[in-house]
């Protein structure tokens, strides 16, 4: 009996985003872990055991994964977009790290999905189409003056800015601290893309300029584009726009 | 007749890691249209006209596959990995943006796919499970002066960095140089990942420290990793480490 435990990206919602390689490694699972939304998004079927969890148990779900896996089980572990990007990937490699040794040689691969930052960046032209970052605006696990200084940095080198987890119930004022900060060391004319639920049915993508974003177009499930100095519209006649980012710069600024 | 235009990512190599959604838009399209090596990855079919091109060329292309849907093909132009990062999706913006006004109302769609960043990041673990940048180090469309002043922010804002286009026969010592500047910048035993032609056949994927790093390493289809001053290994009894970000931060640097 020989277990396995892979973390799986389900992409950011639609089915017809989830690679053949997670549709092929859950169908071979007796197990499925992870937050409950993205868990009911597998279907059901016999012979697989879901472990629903809350939001806030990260460490608790990796180590649960591990120990099944240990026993012989194949789990995966599901995350939406990418597992890599501020998901279940590094909080399972945390729990590897920290506890039972003969966990570092069980068979743990990770299997990337289509990830928020590109499938927003799709849905609205090629805003990350010249160097970029991303930032997650929590500070549930570091201190907002890094989240602060990070900003800075990414402004003055010119980075389009892609900020996950931007507001909570529990976070209500750091994406609006966030807009202040940038609108200092930026242009206010960049084009801000707020993306939400992108490729679901409650999808919502809209474009203001730097001077106009707000905190509270956004939600739990947007991902915020804060484009560079050089990021461009492209206006259409359906009233609609395409936001871009040239792939060459001019001087350094 | 009514053309359209999808930009798709085909990931890094392998089938399994294309979505269904760009497998299903292949299967529709009339002309494919792409660098010869990434033309070659679909399959041929009866009624799919496959324009290959060299990898220079890539506002010609864009401009080709805008005619031909404005003449009403169904046209898709392939890029590997994702098409929105460094790729294909803002050349063709960029030609939509300088181009014939009617092509704005074209139907243009970008199809997202699995980046090289994140393929990458998936073998090894999770090396990007904290605030992270993309930097194309290719000195062709933007200066070196510019490139060098990222790095170093980007090294102070302490992100994971992941280099896109190290190097190529052209651009023979500016990898070399980057890792020297990162040295004055980072802590010399920071994870470097050297990840070349992931998931294909040649596959080759070593971690070694900044001290360590060598531009020789690295070749055109290398994606290169360069730790934050957080990024940690994980020792396995195979001799084959992970490499992950733990998602929390200490103090601010």
Redesign the interface.
């Known amino acids: 009996m020989s277990g396995w435990l892979a973390i799986a990206g389900l992409?950011p919602g639609?089915?017809?985003?989830?690679?053949?390689?997670v549709t092929?490694t859950l169908a071979r699972a007796t197990d499925l872990i992870g937050y409950a939304p993205y868990v009911a998004r597998v279907p059901e079927r016999a012979g697989l055991i879901r472990h629903g969890s809350d939001n806030r148990e990260?460490l608790d779900r990796a180590a649960l994964a591990l120990r099944l896996a240990a026993e012989g089980k194949r789990v995966v572990v599901v995350s939406s977009g990418?597992?890599?990007?501020?998901?279940m990937?590094?909080?399972?490699?945390?729990a590897?790290?920290g506890g039972d040794p003969a966990w570092?040689?069980l068979d743990?691969?990770?299997?990337?999905?289509?990830?928020a930052m590109?499938?927003a960046?799709?849905?609205i032209?090629?805003?990350?189409?010249?160097?970029?970052?991303?930032?997650?605006l929590s500070d549930n696990?570091?201190?907002w003056?890094?989240i602060e200084?990070?900003l800075r940095?990414?402004a003055?080198?010119?980075?389009v800015i892609a900020l996950y987890n931007p507001l909570s119930k529990a976070r209500p004022w750091q994406l609006g601290r966030a807009f202040e900060l940038l609108r200092k060391e930026l242009p206010e004319t960049v084009p801000v893309v707020f993306a939400s639920a992108v490729s679901d049915a409650k999808e919502a993508v809209e474009t203001v300029t730097l001077r106009e974003a707000r905190a509270e177009r956004a939600n739990m499930r947007t991902l915020v584009l804060i484009g560079s100095s050089r990021t461009?519209l492209?206006?259409?006649?359906?009233g609609r726009s395409?936001v871009?980012?040239?792939?060459?710069?001019?001087?350094?600024?």
């Open positions: 992409g639609a089915a017809e985003l989830v690679t053949p390689e092929a990260e990418d597992p890599g990007v501020f998901a990937a590094a909080a399972v490699f945390e590897v790290d570092r040689d743990i691969r990770v299997l990337p999905g289509i990830s590109f499938a960046a799709a849905r032209g090629a805003p990350l189409g010249h160097d970029f970052c991303a930032i997650n696990l570091k201190p003056e890094l200084r990070r940095l990414a003055q080198a010119d980075f461009k492209i206006e259409r006649g359906n395409f871009y980012t040239p792939r060459s710069a001019g001087v350094v600024p």
